[in-house]
């Protein structure tokens, strides 16, 4: 491989003199960002949202809070054209005003350390994450107490500063989050974002007692496994145990009236899928599978493999994306939203990921205005793009079953096509 050439960078000494300097504007540039954000913010106050009212179940923007107590409101759908022109979701510019204004309106030492290129950028917007619950004069303990020292401490000591802050100037608060800590359990399996190889990533956050007994299942099943005769590594052996574990929880309705248990019988694998074949695999040979419930490609060996001969197989009819449907009712019929999701299969703003399945079906040209209810009519928005295109300037157009040109108030021109975005025009083409 050729080595990469760097502009006077023939020692090690001007390498790494190049490499601080690098960092320095990078750094330099992610604190002109958020002021570019502040800006933003600025542009997009309160009183620029309109106060008409609104009719129907979809409602109209709103000012919302995106920092802590004593910063300014923002325009609700202000973050998305901030965001499109970075490349970013709705919800991370939410995120970068956010921090933005938390920093510069509630922990303003720490923001002029920032400017002063003193603080990393992403180091103070983690501090303004945590601070945003905060009680104002909370925040300002923090900031008084941080600002001598956020260079120097960890983010372990950062948050403890934060809940101290928090016992003192918000004890109800405190007391509260305290209570409600049971509520941030979670146990996750992250279906959509399965591997190729037919495997997904499962994490939680448990009751420690809970946690103890989990694990404890799942180490009995493992044993359980290897005096079976498996052989396969103690992890493996573990995963297929939690897998069994459900399966044996799922043969609860399934008791006899002999009253014999059903802890012991397993219960045959439910499948439900709706799976596109490749060519080669329709053919009979080895292929791909795209798996529209996870948003992930399999091997067909993985598709036979969970079709395994115990298992109850539910086979979902294929609809042909290619065909046109329309109906003069503005209620969209259940064969054309489901055609619509499986053209596109997330929301079709721009770097939005959100399931399609969770998403309004979406007339793109309005039918009040004599758009159609038909397949070239149709798109699924999630409920907030769906709102901003009807009470603001973003509009769009299908330009075929899963590409849409999307324009921005301000002259954005983006395509989203087949999930991926990119921003073809700063600003609108000459008429």
């Not at 009979?284 to 109850?312: L, Y």
Request: proline residues 6%.
């Amino acid at each position: 491989m050729a080595d990469p050439e760097l502009p006077d960078c023939d020692t090690p000494a001007t390498v790494l003199a190049f490499a601080q300097a690098q960092r320095a504007a990078a750094q330099a540039a992610e604190a002109r960002l958020l002021e570019a954000a502040l800006v933003w913010a600025a542009m997009h106050p309160e009183v620029s949202v309109s106060t008409s009212p609104t009719t129907g179940l979809v409602f109209g923007e709103l000012a919302v809070p995106l920092a802590g107590e004593g910063a300014p409101l923002v325009a609700e759908f202000a973050p998305m054209e901030l965001g499109a022109a970075l490349g970013l979701s709705t919800d991370s510019a939410k995120s970068l005003i956010g921090e933005a204004l938390e920093l510069a309106h509630r922990l303003k030492r720490t923001w002029a350390l920032v400017r002063a290129g003193k603080v990393p950028a992403w180091k103070a917007r983690r501090v303004a994450q945590l601070t945003t619950t905060l009680p104002l004069s909370g925040a300002e303990y923090v900031d008084r107490q941080l600002a001598p020292v956020v260079g120097k401490v960890g983010f372990a000591a950062i948050g403890r500063l934060v809940e101290h802050a928090r016992v003192l100037f918000d004890p109800e608060g405190a007391e509260k989050q305290r209570r409600q800590a049971a509520d941030g359990r979670r146990f996750d399996v992250h279906t959509e974002t399965a591997d190729f190889d037919g495997t997904v990533q499962v994490e939680g956050t448990l009751d420690l007692a809970d946690a103890l007994d989990l694990d404890a299942a799942i180490r009995q099943g493992a044993q359980q496994l290897a005096a079976l005769g498996s052989e396969e590594p103690l992890d493996v052996r573990r995963s297929r145990a939690a897998g069994e574990l459900a399966r044996r929880q799922l043969t609860l309705d399934l008791m006899t009236e002999t009253g014999e248990g059903a802890g012991s019988v397993v219960k045959p694998r439910q499948v439900v899928i709706h799976v596109h074949l490749s060519e080669a695999a329709l053919g009979g040979e080895p292929g791909i599978a795209r798996i529209e419930e996870t948003r992930s490609i399999v091997s067909t060996d993985q598709v036979r493999d969970w079709c395994t001969s115990d298992a109850q197989v539910v086979i979902k009819p294929v609809i042909d994306l290619d065909a046109h449907h329309h109906t003069d009712a503005y209620a969209v019929p259940d064969r054309l939203v489901e055609q619509t999701r499986l053209a596109q299969p997330t929301c079709a703003f721009p770097w939005c990921e959100r399931p399609a399945r969770r998403c309004d079906t979406d007339h793109v040209v309005a039918h009040g205005s004599g758009g159609p209810t038909c397949s070239c009519n149709l798109a699924p928005l999630c409920r907030r793009h769906h709102r901003a295109k009807t009470h603001t300037g973003w509009t769009y157009d299908r330009t075929d079953p899963a590409t849409y040109l999307w324009r921005s108030p301000h002259g954005l021109h983006l395509v989203k096509d087949h999930g991926t975005t990119r921003l073809v025009a700063v600003h609108p083409p000459d008429e």
